[in-house]
C-alpha cells in the first residue's frame, strides 16, 4: 500500500498471512495505489475493524495492483484515500 498515486510516498509492507490489518493513524483513509504482491487479499473502507467496511472494486488477485485508485467511485466520491484495512491471504 502506498501513500500517493504512482506508488509513491511511503509504504506499508504487509506480509502476514490469513489476517486483517487494520491502518490505524496516519495510515488509515491515506492509501491512492497498491501492490497485491504473490497473495490476493481484499481492500476495505471505514474505519471498522477486520475489513467490515466496503470492499474496494479492483483487482486484487494475486499479483493485482493499481497505481490510482481513484479510478473507482465510492459514495459520491472516489476510493482515493478510503483504505481502512486490508486481508492478506
Known amino acids: 500500500m502506498y501513500e500517493n498515486y504512482s ?13 486483517w490489518y487494520d491502518l490505524t ?3 488509515n483513509d491515506q492509501v491512492s495505489s497498491y501492490e497485491m504482491g504473490d497473495h490476493s487479499g481484499h481492500i476495505a473502507s471505514d474505519s471498522y ?3 467490515l467496511g466496503y470492499n474496494y472494486p479492483g483487482d486484487t488477485g494475486v499479483g493485482g495492483c493499481d497505481d490510482n485508485m481513484s479510478r473507482y467511485p465510492y459514495q459520491g466520491a472516489t476510493w482515493n484515500n478510503k483504505a481502512s484495512s486490508r486481508y492478506r491471504n
Open 25 to 27: 493513524g496516519a495510515y
Open 7 to 19: 506508488y509513491g510516498g511511503w509504504s506499508l509492507w504487509l506480509t502476514g498471512r490469513h489476517v
Open 49 to 51: 475493524a477486520q475489513g
